[in-house]
């Protein structure tokens, strides 16, 4: 039915862009196998992050290897090109990428033509001039700071242990995160679960010991939750003896402490940047347009404003949502919205081919669901609110029908079952961060002069 070889381009392997060629391979399979459509996704790394697991992920109630879905595995129909997408001139229907061998080969960024482009890089993390952030922050968007954030926080245990200085030991044991949002008071929760569940095991560290922090700038945390349900997150964090600072910002973590605008000081080793994200910058790279926020502008059926052939959608793109009263207003960047706009992306694309019409992106947001730690969530769903193990067991079931394909959700399941039965794994792994440091030292290395740069530890 397609007329000629249509070459499609999808950039970015996340949810958009993955669930985008899944669905476009299986509606485009005879195409495919009579060599009329070429798919090719270029993504900086080859698996899919299912980002709702991280925390699970960091706390170690899910194995890393089970948060990600490998790409040639799942995309067998599709050529995955492990590299960057560095600039785009839709006009000529060209995109420049670089990849690991034209980093070797010296050689630049190679041109990729396409008739069809597809743009779902995702966003990156926003983050704010705030003085040491740089040096000493540690985000909370990858599968790798998760995974070195929970060694990191099991090493600092092990300094407050060990130490005799309590200065050391204080700032060991307080742990500063910044952003009410999901990521960060998902991430705190089960991290001071885990704590508190691995502290039984020294025996010179207590979990009153331990300094948890939550900071926020606005006056709630989990909007999306509802003002209810915020208030009641924040209710059971102090129960949990979590210091929750709202209307707060991060001046300063600069020397190791953290400096708060309301004028307390907290010598940390731990600062946890999750106050929201931006559009990648890859977006301002391109010749298509964009709104005052830097997403690029797009129409109810996820093409990109004024341009044919260009479709966009999540975090990258700014979507009309048309179930909503008033005029102007747009879907929110999340996974929701992302799972459902990459069905009806890949739908139009072949509808394109096929000269059909279009379809409307249309879905209203059912609500959201949180984990506070083991057996602790809330939810607002359909306008119904839970909270406490209700709500986390909602979570959980959720997200598992999410995950994608039946090898991650059997073994995401096995894992939780398992886990009821056995005790938490507390150990870290900080190591991994830099395997060759042991062999370094053996083959006549020296070892480092600066504490804080220990290539052994997550530090």
């Not at 381009?9 to 899944?22: D, H, K, P």
């Not at 407050?160 to 008071?185: E, K, N, Y």
């Not at 694309?349 to 209203?364: D, Q, S, W």
């Not at 150990?427 to 042991?438: K, M």
Request: with cysteine; net charge neutral.
């Amino acid at each position: 039915m397609v007329k000629e070889r249509a070459r499609i381009l999808v950039v970015g392997g996340g949810y958009v862009g993955m669930y985008t060629a899944l669905r476009l391979q299986r509606r485009l399979k005879r195409e495919l196998e009579r060599d009329e459509v070429g798919i090719t996704i270029v993504t900086p790394d080859p698996y899919m992050t299912y980002q709702p697991f991280l925390p699970e992920a960091a706390a170690g109630a899910i194995s890393p290897r089970h948060v990600v879905v490998p790409l040639r595995r799942v995309l067998d129909r599709c050529r995955i090109v492990i590299g960057e997408v560095t600039a785009v001139d839709h006009a000529k229907r060209t995109a420049t990428i670089t990849t690991l061998a034209t980093e070797e080969e010296g050689s630049g960024g190679q041109p990729l033509p396409y008739d069809e482009l597809v743009i779902a890089p995702g966003s990156v993390s926003r983050t704010l001039p705030v003085p040491g952030l740089a040096d000493h922050g540690i985000g909370f968007k990858t599968l790798e700071e998760a995974i070195g954030l929970r060694n990191h926080v099991i090493e600092q245990m092990d300094i407050a242990s060990s130490t005799r200085d309590p200065a050391i030991r204080d700032a060991a044991l307080t742990f500063v995160f910044v952003g009410g949002g999901f990521a960060g008071v998902e991430a705190l929760g089960e991290l001071e679960d885990m704590a508190r569940y691995a502290a039984r095991y020294y025996h010179n560290v207590q979990p009153e010991d331990m300094k948890w922090i939550l900071v926020e700038a606005s006056d709630r945390i989990l909007p999306e939750v509802g003002e209810e349900m915020g208030r009641y997150t924040v209710t059971e964090l102090r129960r949990r003896n979590i210091d929750v600072r709202l209307r707060t910002r991060l001046d300063s973590c600069a020397d190791r402490v953290a400096v708060l605008s309301d004028g307390a000081r907290f010598p940390t080793r731990t600062v946890v940047w999750t106050a929201g994200v931006k559009p990648h910058p890859l977006l301002a790279a391109t010749d298509l347009p964009r709104n005052d926020r830097g997403r690029l502008t797009c129409t109810p059926e996820l093409t990109v404003e004024g341009a044919t052939h260009a479709w966009a959608a999540g975090d990258a793109a700014a979507v009309p949502d048309v179930t909503a009263g008033e005029p102007g207003r747009e879907c929110a960047p999340n996974a929701q919205h992302a799972l459902r706009q990459a069905k009806v992306l890949a739908d139009n694309i072949v509808h394109t081919l096929r000269g059909e019409p279009l379809t409307t992106y249309e879905h209203a947001y059912v609500g959201s669901v949180a984990s506070l730690g083991l057996h602790k969530g809330v939810a607002h769903v359909y306008g119904r609110k839970l909270k406490g193990y209700p709500a986390w067991f909602m979570h959980r079931a959720y997200h598992l029908s999410r995950v994608p394909t039946f090898n991650r959700k059997a073994r995401v399941l096995a894992e939780w079952a398992l886990a009821g039965l056995f005790k938490r794994e507390i150990v870290s792994l900080g190591s991994l961060e830099h395997p060759r440091a042991e062999f370094e030292l053996a083959a006549g290395g020296k070892p480092p002069q600066d504490p804080s740069n220990n290539p052994k530890g997550s530090s």
